[in-house]
Structure formats: structure tokens, C-alpha cells
């Protein structure tokens, strides 16, 4: 809310009283809420160019990474707080949503809207997309977490579970599962062939304001991914699901 963004470089593994940004961005007043890196196809590997960022007057800006210049504004024309973002891991496609009920979808590359899924009744407060990037999970205040097919612009199920605000959900990197966390305090994991919550977890006290599973990377292979949640307890659970 300091109206910048700011890039680091953590490979340097610096003090933090050492540690200074690479690159420093002028979004313009609460203009920056949330934030991700947009990788694009080099001879090399996948290397992040970009940077898009939701505001709060329904836009997301993509910025380049290399002088911080803006390149290009995806305009949902909802002068709505954008405080959900999500690039999908193919990088070619960027949602998001926020105040209202709607999410939208937008392609890297042109900047176009491909599609608005509405079927939600209250704020969304996160969006997460599949390890393909076909399909596209919210989370909202409607205690509802909706999934959505990409690719067709359709609605796919709606799973019904939590007492309170879910505020964050996210796809197994197998795609099979959905974590989710709310302000009931519980975390929940809905197997996606069933449709149904297979697992529910109680140790939070307080609001649970996001989930995590853990990913694979060159570091670290994993077959069987961890779960992480953070709550308004102060707390942050990992969990060792008992998945197929």
C-alpha cells in the first residue's frame, strides 16, 4: 500500500539489512495489491519478462521486468479492488477478481478478455489455476469454491462445505485435489473425482487466509506434496495428506 513494487533478488541470500531491490516500480496510489511473475518460452527455459499486478480499480498491469516500464493494462471494466491473481502455469493466460462476484480471464499475449465466469454471489478472494492451466479454481465470501473450465469458458462443479468466507483455494499439482481454507478456521481437501471433501483439518483457532501445497523444483522432487496453511491464529500447520 506504499504504492510500489518492489523486486528482489533471493538467490544472493543477503542479511536483510544488507538486501536492497533490484527494481523499484511506481504503480501509482494502491495500485498494487497482488502480484506474480509472467515467464515467457526462451531457447533456454521458461524465464520471467513480466510482471502483473491487480489494482484497485479493476485493471491488472503488466510491467517489464527488465526497466519496469508498463507494457500493457487488462481492463475487466469494473472499477473493482482486484485483491485475487493468478498466471497460469503455461504463462499465457492471467486471472483475476476481487470486489464482486465475477472472475476474469485474460490472455498474456493480446491483452483480451477470453471469458468472465459469474457464478459466484459475493466477493472472490482467490483464484488458482491447474497444473495444465485448463482449469481455473475460486474461492469466495459466498462460502463457495467454484471450478471452472478455461478453455470452453464454462463452469465445471461447485463444491459446498465451509461455514464462513473461503478465502483461499488452491489445485493440487496433480490436479486430482483442491485445498481450501475459511474463516470457519478449517482446512479442507476435496477430491476432484468425487466431488466431495475428503479430508477436513481443525488445528487452526481463528481464520485460515491461505493454503498452500508444496511443488516440485530442481532442489526438491516430490511425489507426494505437503500442505501448508496460515491462519489469523499466527500460526502456520503443514500437513501430510492421506491421498491416493
Known amino acids: 500500500m506504499d504504492n510500489t513494487i518492489r523486486v528482489w533478488n533471493v538467490g544472493s541470500r543477503k542479511a536483510l539489512t544488507d538486501a536492497k531491490p533490484i527494481l523499484t516500480i511506481d504503480a501509482g496510489p494502491i495500485n498494487a495489491w497482488r502480484s506474480r511473475f509472467v515467464a515467457r518460452k526462451s ?3 521458461n524465464v520471467a519478462e513480466l510482471i502483473a499486478s491487480s489494482t484497485d480499480g479493476g485493471t491488472v498491469k503488466l510491467w517489464s521486468l527488465e526497466d519496469g516500464s508498463q507494457l500493457r493494462e487488462l481492463n475487466t471494466s469494473r472499477p473493482s479492488f482486484m485483491y485475487a491473481l493468478a498466471v497460469s502455469p503455461d504463462n499465457t493466460k492471467v486471472a483475476c477478481a476481487g470486489v464482486g462476484s465475477h ?5 498474456v499475449e493480446s491483452g483480451s478478455l477470453l471469458c468472465t465466469f459469474s ?3 459475493d466477493n472472490v478472494r482467490s483464484v488458482s489455476f491447474s497444473a495444465d492451466s485448463s482449469l481455473l479454481v ?6 463457495q469454491i467454484q471450478l ?5 469458458g464454462s463452469p465445471v462443479t461447485t463444491l459446498l462445505g465451509h461455514y464462513g468466507w473461503v478465502l483461499s483455494a488452491e489445485m493440487h499439482p496433480s490436479g486430482a485435489y483442491i485445498a481450501s481454507g475459511s474463516v470457519d478456521t478449517k482446512v479442507k481437501i476435496w477430491d476432484m473425482a468425487q466431488r466431495t471433501c475428503v479430508e477436513t483439518h481443525s488445528q487452526h483457532s481463528q481464520a485460515v487466509w491461505s493454503v498452500a ?3 516440485s523444483s530442481d532442489d526438491v522432487a516430490t511425489t507426494r506434496p505437503m500442505l501448508a496453511s496460515v491462519s489469523e491464529d499466527c500460526s502456520i500447520n503443514l500437513y ?3 491421498l491416493a
Do not use: I, L, N, T
Open 119 to 121: 457464478g459466484h454471489s
Open 148 to 152: 471452472h473450465d478455461v478453455r470452453h
Open 43 to 45: 531457447e533456454d527455459a
Open 213 to 215: 501445497w508444496q511443488r
Open 138 to 143: 475460486s474461492a469466495s465470501d459466498d462460502k
Open 103 to 107: 472472475v476474469y480471464v485474460f490472455d
Open 240 to 242: 501430510d495428506p492421506m
